[in-house]
């Protein structure tokens, strides 16, 4: 049942999986006001649908145009949308103006409140915010409802789940939870009562699913989040207060937004492509210029937008690993391109010598450990070689010798890619192991292994393997199955870190 449910959110990109998420809500709520279930006029509601709508579009397209970027109808729907959920539906001429004032500041907010094109917080949250302090109208978070709750926790998990973010969603609940529970027990509340009421009459759910998760807006690495979304967590707990401001779902995620920014600074770049080159029969590698005091980690990942006058279903936004090392001057990208490509991959191959893409949100554990003594196995499925080109570069150009080993496993010889660094990487002293898939094409003289990662392949490769620290990238069925040969030989979790995107490369 998992495997078809990852199979099927493996076609979506997490945008789209977001947005349809938000469809799936609203149009549960129309047929819940049809029925008298929910206390809304289901014929206000979808006005209050169409009115968002088209705020938000004809806003975020005149900004889009002053300040001379793509506009990225996807977000425009996604934060409509939101805004739908959390605001009252209509209830008569008065509630325009509010309606028109939060949608054109959850836009502006992407291009006025920004450093470096990276906008600071989250654009819904800002607006309502804005809309409190400014008009004094404020969200009411309606889609936090009882009816609504089966809704919401069934979509809700699924888009955790694409994004991987179970450990984030954790902490904020952890911390909401334990706010609460400490609230009720000093005020002598029925500790049954008030988590009851948090769950089922408040937007928690839905705020961890959709705001908590928000990836431009959430900080780059796992430890930061987890205090990210702790925070959050007793900040929305509705008894904590600052004198008579009382903090609500829209403050809470601003002040964690601004954690988020004052502790992992990034900015948004508009990159020149140097170089296009085929690496193997549907691989290829781009080369763009890099900008002055950009820097990374080896293995960190961007996310890459495209400017496409007509996106498919799968959106113009892409996460892709940068292959390149920090020693180098450019920042390279290793793509996959399939005989059916999305618009955004179709776009991106017809990219001429000096045609620009955005790129932003800088993020990612999948690093070196600090401890160069550390044994490590690196496991590379096809285009997951492109976090261990940017390691194992780095360790070529600082001349560092480090105890790893890599397995490099693609289907057949001719998809091997980034040899001539493999091939100086063995010269330093790192082991490589390339096993093909496709038993029936392998090569007179092929002198790698052949078949898929299996316990007892690693059992004879890796020496001392129980005492490694384990890299795996790939596509998501690939790492589960290595996650699973690593089960069988009791490598313990803490010792395995992954890195794959799916869906989204």
């Known amino acids: 049942m998992l495997r078809a449910i990852d199979n099927a959110l493996n076609r979506i990109t997490m945008y789209r999986l977001v947005l349809y998420y938000l469809i799936f809500l609203l149009g549960a709520a129309v047929v819940l006001s049809f029925k008298g279930i929910l206390g809304y006029d289901p014929y206000a509601l979808l006005f209050t649908i169409g009115f968002f709508i088209a705020a938000c579009w004809i806003t975020n397209t005149v900004f889009s145009k002053i300040w001379g970027v793509p506009a990225n109808v996807e977000s425009v729907y996604i934060s409509a949308l939101i805004l739908a959920l959390i605001i009252t539906p209509y209830q ?66 699924l888009v955790v789940r694409k994004i991987g973010r179970f450990d984030l969603v954790g902490s904020f609940l952890l911390g909401a939870l334990a706010t609460t529970l400490v609230f009720s027990l000093l005020g002598g509340q ?26 431009l807006t959430a900080p780059p690495t796992r430890k930061l989040r987890l205090i990210y979304g702790a925070l959050v967590g007793v900040l929305f707990t509705p008894d904590v207060h600052i004198g008579g401001l009382y903090t609500t779902p829209e403050l809470a995620i601003l ?116 401890d160069p003594a550390q044994q490590c196995v690196f496991i590379a499925g096809g285009i997951g070689i492109t976090p261990f080109r940017s390691m194992i570069q780095y360790l070529l150009d600082k001349r560092e010798r480090r105890p790893i080993t890599l397995i490099y496993v693609v289907r057949r010889a001719e998809e091997i890619v980034y040899d001539d660094v493999l091939q100086r990487a063995q010269r330093q002293g790192i082991r490589v192991i390339y096993t093909l898939t496709d038993a029936d094409n392998v090569p007179p003289g092929w002198r790698g292994q052949v078949g898929r990662i299996t316990p007892k392949l690693i059992k004879s490769v890796v020496p001392n393997y129980a005492r490694a620290t384990y890299y795996i990238s790939g596509p998501r069925r690939m790492v589960e199955a290595v996650n699973d040969a690593l089960g069988d030989l009791e490598i313990q979790p803490r010792h395995i870190k992954t890195d794959y995107f799916a869906g989204l490369a």
């Open 92 to 157: 008569g001429s008065q509630d325009l103006w509010f309606f028109a004032w939060a949608a054109v500041w959850a836009m502006a907010s992407k291009y006025i409140v920004a450093v470096h094109r990276r906008h600071i917080f989250n654009p819904v949250a800002f607006a309502v915010a804005l809309t409190y302090f400014t008009i004094n109208g404020s969200a009411s978070w309606w889609v936090g409802s009882a009816p609504l709750l089966p809704f919401v926790l069934v979509g809700g998990v």
């Open 190 to 215: 029925s500790l049954t009562t008030t988590t009851q009421r948090l769950v089922l009459l408040s937007p928690l759910v839905f705020f961890a699913c959709v705001f908590v998760t928000e990836p």
């Open 255 to 370: 002040v964690g937004n601004l954690f988020s920014f004052l502790s992992s600074p990034r900015s948004t770049l508009v990159l020149s492509l140097k170089q296009k080159v085929r690496l193997a029969p549907d691989i290829y590698e781009f080369v763009f210029a890099r900008p002055p005091k950009f820097s990374f980690a080896p293995g960190q990942y961007m996310e890459w937008t495209m400017g496409l006058s007509d996106p498919d279903s799968r959106g113009n936004r892409r996460y892709f690993t940068l292959a390149s090392s920090p020693t180098e001057d450019t920042i390279r990208v290793g793509v996959k391109f399939y005989e059916k490509s999305s618009a955004f991959k179709q776009s991106m191959l017809a990219m001429e010598t000096g045609d620009e893409v955005i790129a932003g949100h800088l993020a990612g554990d999948f690093v070196l450990p600090d």
